[in-house]
């Protein structure tokens, strides 16, 4: 038995996902100027939102999802491609966070919920030569 869908359309949950960012916007940069000319529908939306920075999990609150419930939206026609713009917004957000001094917790974002990971290249010679040791026993 699947979930009730939460959101009828990509364009209501365009909606929200534009008000999340705002929300995030106006409390990291401290400035309500941003909300002016907003509805009141807006404005309840964008003060149930406590978010300074944009991540995942605060995306998917705002939207009345859990993080896994985000990922099937994502899988789900009409709604992937809002999901996958959503999410590479929060992608954007963290990497230009890499910039500033403690970047250790944006490094384990982007790990975590964007597949990077370190690479390291090795070079292997396969070149191996083999020495056969003698062993004699002396004996008294």
């Known amino acids: 038995m699947s979930r009730p869908v939460k959101h009828k359309t990509a364009k209501d949950m365009q909606r929200l996902i534009d008000l999340y960012f705002l929300a995030c916007r106006v409390r990291n940069e401290d400035n309500s100027d941003l909300l002016s000319g907003r509805s009141e ?57 890499l910039f500033y001094n403690n970047a250790t917790g944006c490094i384990f974002n982007l790990k975590n919920n964007f597949g990077w990971k370190d690479q390291q290249e090795h070079k292997v010679d396969a070149n191996i030569k083999f020495h056969t040791i003698e062993r004699k026993i002396i004996g008294k």
């Open 41 to 97: 529908e807006d404005l309840l939306v964008i003060n149930g939102i406590h978010d300074i920075h944009p991540t995942v999990t605060g995306l998917a609150l705002a939207l009345d999802l859990t993080r896994q419930g985000l990922i099937e939206y994502s899988e789900k026609g009409d709604f992937s491609e809002t999901v996958k713009k959503a999410k590479a917004r929060v992608e954007a957000y963290v990497e230009q966070r």
